[in-house]
C-alpha cells in the first residue's frame, strides 16, 4: 500500500517511492508509468487508452481505492486492485497528451 | 423511393423473434440463442483470414449479387449507442441498455433497400447487430461474438460491408478500433453518434473532414434516437459494397494470422495512425470538468454513493407497489366487469342454460380469469420497465454497476455481474442471456446460479398480496425489505459457492468507460418499456392461461362419490385439484403454511410465479367467491380467507406464516422458463443444481464446460488419430526431448497428444497393461489430468462425445496443464504398492476393469 501523503488536487508533489493510481486523490494528473497486470488486461487497459506515458486525471475517488480516470473527454472506471496495479508519477505538465 | 417518414429511409424492416418460450413449451425450445462457451485459449487459436483487397477493400462478389442478400455487420465499443442505431433502421425490437456490454445477442434483421429513390429493384440486407466490444481480441463471450461476426469466423457468415460506429466524444478509442476493422478488409462505413455530447465537450467532430483524412472512408454523422442521418448512412451502406478505401497507413491483413499476434503486434501502429488521424482534427480535447463528473461526485462517492444506490432502489421498488395499485384495480374491477358482461352477452344468445353451464364457467373463471390476471401485471412491470430504463438510458445503470463492483467481489464477481442480477429483479429470462457479458466463463455459471435468488416481477404479487393481508400499513416496506432480503441471499449464496464449487475464482479487473449521463429521449424510452413489456405478457399470458385453465379443469374433476359432476364440483377440495393440494400440503406444515390453498400456489408457482396468486385467488374464489378488487390489495376477501388459513394452519401465527411463506417464494425453485434457460445456458447439471435437486458434487470432482471450438478441437484431433491408427505425430509445441525424459513423461506426452493406450503401448515397445498402470500413477500424482467422465459430465452432454476407444479424453488437452511435479524417475514403493488399488479404481485396458470404476469402464458404459 503505498504510503505516499496524498497530494493535494492538481498539483505535483514530490514522491518518495513507487506510487500507484490508487494513492491519487481527485483532480491529481499524472503519467502512466505502468501497469502490473497480466498481459491480456494490460494489453486491455492500453486498448482503452491506459499506456504508459498518457497523461490521465482522477476525477472521483470510489470506495475501497476505486478510481474514475479521464483522459481527455473519456472516463475510465476501475476497481480499487487495478487502480493499485497502475502505476503512475505526478505530471509536471498537465498538458493534455493524445499519444 | 417513397417519401421518407420521420427522417427514416424508406424501408422496411423484418427482425428475428428472440422471444423465449415459456411453460412446459420451453424445456423443447431450441437453441436459436446458442449459448457461446468461451475460453481464453479460445482467442490464442482464433485466427483470421485477411481478403488482399490492396488500397481498396474487397468489393461484393458475385454469389451475393446473384442472390441479391448482402450481409451488413454493425461493430463498435459499448455505449456507442449501436443498438439505438439498429434500432432506428430496422425497427427492430432489440434492447437498448446504457451500460457497457449490455449487448448480449447477435440481432439481426433485414433490411429491403429499393435505391436512392426508392423504385429500384429491392435488395435485401441481412444486418447483425454484435455486441459492444473493445476490441477484436475478445475477453468475454460477447466480445468474442462480435469479433467472430466482423471476421466471419465460427459459422458466421462473413460480411460484405461492415458498419462501423465510432462515438464522437471517446474518437481516440474508437479510430484505434476502426483501424482493426478496416484491415480486416471487409468495405467500411462509419457511422459516427454522439455528436450532441462530444460539441457539448467541446470536441465535435466534422464527418466530412474525418472522412477526408480517412482518404474516402464514408463518414456519416448519425443520431440513433432521433434517426438523423440514416438516409444517408443507408445510401453509404449501398454504394460501400462495391469498395470503400483503405486509409493511409493502415495495412490490409493478408492471409491467414493468429488474431491474438495480428491485434497485439500491430497495436502500436493502430495508436499512432489514430493520433494521427486526431492531429489532423485538430480537436480541441481539453480535459475539463463535465457535469457527469459534478454528478458523479455524489453518485460514486463512496458512502454517498452507496446511500443514493440504496435510496434509487428503493423508489423504483416503492413506485412498483404504491403506483401500481390503482391501476391494477381497474383492470381487476372495471376491465374484468367489461369483459364478463361480453362473455355474459354471448352465451345469453344460447338461451339461459348456456350460462349456467360448465363452458361458462371455464370461460369465465378459467380463459377470463387468467386474460385478467395477466393485465394485473401490466402497471407493476410496465412502471418497472420505465424505471430501469431510465436507469439505462441515462447511464446510470453503469455507475451502479461500479458502485457494486466491491460487494460483487467478496462473492467471486465483479462489478459488471450486478447487471444481470439486478436486471434479474424484472425477469430472470433476460439476466441469465446478459451473464455472457462476464468474461469468465465460471462467473458467467456462477451469476447464473444466484439470478433466481433475484425477486422478478413475477414474485412481486406474491409479496404484494400477503403484504396488504398481513401487513397492512406496512406493505410497502415489507415488499422493500423482500428485495433486501433477496440481494441478501444473493450475496449468501454466492459466498457459500465461492468457497466450494467455485474456490479459487477470481475476479476480473475491473476496467469499464463511462458513458456521459444522458437525458432518456422520450421515443425511445416508450418503445423500449412497450417492447419488454410486449414480451412479458406475450410470454406469460400462454402459461398463465394455460394453468388457469388447467386448474379450472383440476377443480372440475370430482374425486370423491358425490362431490358432484364435471365442472359443477360444490367443493373444491373433494376435487382432484385438492386432493393433489392436501396431499403436498403437509410438507409445508412446519413452516406454518400447511394449508392446501398456499401447497397448491406454490406448485402451480412452479410453472410460471405469476400464477401463484391467480391460483389463489381462482380456488378461493371456488371455495366462496371472491372480490377480485381486493385480492390484488390482500385487503379483501382473498386477504381474509389467507388470514384465516394461514392462522389455522400455523396455530394463530398468521403473521409468522406468512413471513415464512414470503421467503419461501423468495428462495424456492425458479419459474419453469428460467429452468429451461438454466439447462439451455448451463447444462443439465448446473441446472438441477440451481434448483436444488441434485446436491453439488461438483464440489470436488473436476467438471469442465467445452466450447464448441474445443470440441472440434478434439474432435479433429481424435479423427486424425483414428486415421493414422493412433500413430500419429506429436504437435510440435508439445514434443517433448524423448532422449531425457523417462517412460512416465513419454507415456505422459503420448497420451496428452492423443494417443490411445495401445497406440502409446505400440509406439513405446511396452505392455499395455503397464502402459494403464503408468497412466494411472500420472493421473494420481497430478501429472496427467484425466477428465470426468462419469454419466452427466460436462463433456458428454456438451459438444464433445467422448471416444470409448480413446484415451483422448483422459489426455484431454483441454484441461489445464501443471508443470510436472518433481521428477520421479520411477515408482516408488509406495506408488508401487498403490499400483493394485489403481487397478481396481483406476484405468483398466481390455475390459477387466470393475463396474465401479476404472475409466475405459466407464467411457464403455457410456458408448453402451
Redesign the interface.
Given at each position: 500500500m503505498d504510503t505516499t501523503p496524498p497530494a493535494g488536487p492538481g498539483t505535483a508533489t514530490p514522491t518518495r517511492g513507487p506510487r500507484t493510481l490508487a494513492g491519487c486523490r481527485?483532480g491529481d494528473t499524472v503519467i502512466v508509468d505502468g501497469i502490473d497486470?497480466d498481459e491480456?488486461?494490460r494489453?486491455?487497459?492500453?486498448?482503452?487508452?491506459?499506456?504508459a506515458g498518457v497523461v490521465i486525471?482522477v476525477?472521483?475517488?470510489?470506495?475501497?481505492g476505486?478510481r474514475?480516470v479521464?483522459?481527455?473527454?473519456?472516463?475510465?472506471?476501475?476497481?480499487?486492485?487495478?487502480a493499485r496495479?497502475i502505476r503512475v508519477r505526478i505530471s509536471d505538465d498537465t498538458e493534455?497528451t493524445?499519444? | 423511393m417513397t417519401a421518407p417518414m420521420n427522417g427514416l429511409p424508406p424501408h422496411t424492416a423484418e427482425h428475428g423473434d428472440h422471444a423465449h418460450r415459456r411453460g412446459f413449451g420451453a424445456l423443447f425450445a431450441g437453441r436459436g440463442d446458442q449459448t457461446v462457451r468461451f475460453d481464453r485459449r479460445d482467442t490464442d487459436r482464433m485466427s483470421v483470414v485477411g481478403r488482399d483487397g490492396g488500397a481498396r477493400t474487397e468489393a461484393t462478389d458475385g454469389e451475393h449479387e446473384a442472390d441479391a442478400l448482402r450481409h451488413v455487420v454493425f461493430v463498435g465499443n459499448p455505449n456507442v449507442g449501436k443498438s439505438s442505431l439498429f434500432n432506428t433502421l430496422l425497427g427492430a425490437r432489440t434492447k437498448v441498455m446504457n451500460a457497457p456490454g449490455t449487448t448480449v445477442l447477435l440481432e439481426t434483421g433485414r433490411l429491403h433497400y429499393r435505391g436512392p429513390d426508392g423504385n429500384g429493384p429491392a435488395e435485401v440486407w441481412d444486418c447483425t447487430d454484435t455486441p459492444g466490444t473493445y476490441s477484436l481480441l475478445p475477453l468475454s463471450p460477447d466480445e468474442k461474438v462480435a469479433a467472430d461476426a466482423v471476421m466471419g469466423a465460427e459459422g458466421l457468415p462473413r460480411p460484405d460491408l461492415v458498419v462501423a460506429v465510432l462515438d464522437a466524444t471517446n474518437i481516440a478509442r474508437s479510430l484505434y478500433f476502426l483501424a482493426m476493422v478496416v484491415e480486416l478488409g471487409a468495405p467500411t462505413v462509419v457511422a459516427l453518434t454522439m455528436n450532441d455530447l462530444a460539441e457539448a465537450q467541446g470536441c465535435g467532430v466534422d464527418a466530412e473532414r474525418l472522412s477526408a483524412l480517412l482518404d474516402g472512408l464514408p463518414v456519416v454523422a448519425v443520431d440513433g434516437r432521433t434517426g438523423a442521418g440514416t438516409d444517408r448512412l443507408v445510401r453509404a451502406i449501398a454504394d460501400g459494397f462495391r469498395g470503400t478505401p483503405v486509409p493511409e497507413g493502415l495495412h490490409p491483413l493478408t492471409g491467414t494470422a493468429n488474431v491474438r499476434a495480428w491485434v497485439e503486434d500491430h497495436a502500436d501502429a493502430r495508436f499512432d495512425w489514430a493520433a494521427r488521424i486526431i492531429r489532423g482534427l485538430d480537436l480541441q480535447m481539453r480535459d475539463r470538468v463535465t457535469l457527469s463528473d459534478r454528478i458523479d461526485r455524489v453518485l460514486l462517492h463512496p458512502v454517498l454513493g452507496i446511500v443514493m444506490f440504496l435510496a434509487v432502489m428503493y423508489l423504483v421498488f416503492q413506485a412498483t407497489t404504491t403506483l401500481a395499485g390503482p391501476m391494477q384495480d381497474w383492470f381487476d374491477v372495471t376491465v374484468r366487469g367489461w369483459l364478463a358482461a361480453m362473455v355474459d352477452t354471448v352465451f345469453s344468445w344460447f338461451g339461459p342454460a348456456a350460462s349456467t353451464g360448465w363452458a361458462h364457467a371455464l370461460v369465465v373463471d378459467g380463459v377470463l380469469d387468467g386474460v385478467v390476471t395477466v393485465l394485473t401485471f401490466i402497471p407493476p412491470m410496465g412502471i418497472m420497465f420505465l424505471l430501469l430504463s431510465l436507469l439505462e438510458d441515462s447511464g446510470y445503470l453503469a455507475r451502479a454497476a461500479f458502485v457494486m463492483d466491491r460487494a460483487m467481489r467478496t462473492i467471486g464477481l465483479d462489478g459488471r455481474a450486478f447487471l444481470p442480477i439486478i436486471v434479474g429483479f424484472g425477469c430472470n429470462l433476460p439476466a441469465l442471456a446478459a451473464t455472457r457479458t462476464l468474461p469468465d466463463s465460471r462467473q458467467r455459471v456462477l451469476t447464473g446460479m444466484l439470478i433466481p435468488f433475484s425477486s422478478c416481477s413475477a414474485r412481486l404479487s406474491v409479496y404484494l398480496v400477503l403484504a396488504y393481508a398481513f401487513f397492512r400499513g406496512h406493505a410497502g416496506s415489507v415488499v422493500f425489505l423482500m428485495y433486501v432480503l433477496s440481494v441478501a441471499v444473493i450475496l449468501l449464496a454466492g459466498l457459500l459457492l465461492r468457497h466450494t464449487k467455485f474456490r479459487g475464482l477470481k475476479p476480473e479487473p475491473f476496467a469499464m468507460s463511462l458513458p456521459p449521463y444522458q437525458c432518456p429521449r422520450l421515443v425511445m424510452l416508450i418503445r423500449s418499456v412497450l417492447g419488454r413489456l410486449w414480451g412479458f405478457v406475450r410470454g406469460a399470458s400462454s402459461v398463465i392461461v394455460t394453468m388457469i385453465v388447467a386448474l379450472w379443469v383440476l377443480q372440475g374433476i370430482p374425486a370423491t362419490p358425490g362431490a358432484g359432476s364435471f365442472g359443477q364440483v360444490e367443493d373444491v377440495h373433494d376435487s382432484v385439484y385438492g386432493v393433489v393440494a392436501d396431499a403436498v400440503a403437509p410438507v409445508f406444515t412446519p413452516a406454518g403454511f400447511g394449508d392446501w390453498h398456499a401447497s397448491a400456489a406454490l406448485i402451480t408457482g412452479f410453472v410460471a410465479k405469476e400464477v401463484v396468486v391467480g391460483s389463489m385467488s381462482q380456488s378461493y374464489n371456488v371455495a366462496g367467491g371472491d372480490d377480485a378488487t381486493e385480492q390484488r390489495q390482500g385487503e379483501g376477501t382473498l386477504g381474509a380467507r389467507l388470514r384465516e388459513s394461514f392462522d389455522a394452519s400455523s396455530g394463530g401465527h398468521g403473521r409468522a406464516a406468512a413471513a415464512a411463506f414470503l421467503l419461501f417464494v423468495l428462495a424456492y425453485t425458479p419459474c419453469l422458463a428460467t429452468v429451461a434457460e438454466l439447462k439451455r445456458q448451463y447444462g443439465f447439471r448446473t441446472m438441477l443444481q440451481t434448483v436444488g435437486v441434485e446436491p453439488d458434487r461438483g464440489l470436488c470432482a473436476r467438471r469442465r464446460h467445452l466450447s464448441a471450438a474445443e470440441a472440434r478441437m478434439v474432435s479433429a484431433q481424435s479423427s486424425r488419430w483414428r486415421r493414422a491408427g493412433g500413430s500419429g505425430t506429436m504437435p510440435p509445441d508439445r514434443r517433448h526431448a524423448d532422449g531425457d525424459a523417462d517412460a512416465v513423461t513419454q507415456v505422459i506426452a503420448d497420451l496428452e497428444s492423443g494417443m490411445t493406450l495401445e497406440a502409446c503401448a505400440r509406439h513405446r515397445g511396452l505392455p499395455r497393461g503397464f502402459v494403464a498402470m503408468i497412466a494411472d500413477h500420472a493421473r494420481r500424482t497430478g501429472r496427467l489430468q484425466v477428465m470426468d467422465l462419469s454419466p452427466r459430465a460436462a463433456c458428454g452432454e456438451a459438444w464433445c462425445n467422448p471416444d470409448p476407444g480413446s484415451l483422448i479424453c483422459a489426455g484431454c488437452p483441454l484441461l489445464p496443464r501443471h508443470k510436472p511435479t518433481p521428477q520421479k524417475r520411477d515408482l516408488d514403493r509406495d506408488q508401487a504398492a498403490g499400483l493394485p488399488h489403481a487397478l481396481r479404481d483406476g484405468l483398466r485396458v481390455g475390459g477387466t476393469g470393475s463396474p465401479h470404476g476404472g475409466l475405459l469402464a466407464r467411457l464403455r458404459s457410456r458408448r453402451g
Open positions: 481527485a497486470l491480456r488486461h494489453f486491455r487497459l492500453m486498448e482503452l487508452g491506459l499506456r486525471r476525477v472521483q475517488r470510489s470506495g475501497f476505486g474514475v479521464a483522459r481527455g473527454p473519456e472516463r475510465i472506471a476501475l476497481d480499487g486492485g487495478t496495479a493534455e493524445t499519444r | -
